[in-house]
């Protein structure tokens, strides 16, 4: 059976950072993008950056210059340096990875609350 796990939520006060982890398990075929979303509370669930197997890197503008999305493709892994996280960054966190057969897998999600 198919594992997404995602690590490293927690809560931050503004102006700090967090790393997220996430690690794929048990998919048959190769995996090829890889991505965080997010989904704060009454909102849809949003992309915030995602990343290739050859190492290219896509970023929401909300995480363009703060966060930082990388792999480690021997370990089927994905990361995300949140740096200067701010308030309305609070939201679950969703793994995603995406199979060479186009099959989607998400994880379960890690709470990241942003307060003061």
């Known amino acids: 059976q198919v594992q997404v796990v995602e690590s490293g939520g927690g809560l931050v006060q503004p102006g700090g950072s967090l790393r997220l982890s996430c690690a794929a398990s048990r998919i048959i075929f190769r995996i090829k993008t890889m991505g965080w979303h997010r989904q704060a509370p009454g909102k849809e669930r949003e992309l915030v950056a995602t990343?290739?197997?050859?190492?290219?890197?896509n970023y929401a503008d909300s995480a363009k210059g703060r966060f930082t999305i990388s792999r480690d493709n021997t370990k089927d892994t994905v990361y995300l340096q949140m740096n200067n996280l701010k308030p309305e960054d609070t939201a679950v966190y969703y793994c995603n990875a995406g199979s060479s057969i186009g099959s989607q897998f998400w994880g379960q999600g890690t709470q990241v609350t942003v307060s003061s």
């Open positions: 990343i290739t197997r050859d190492g290219n890197t």
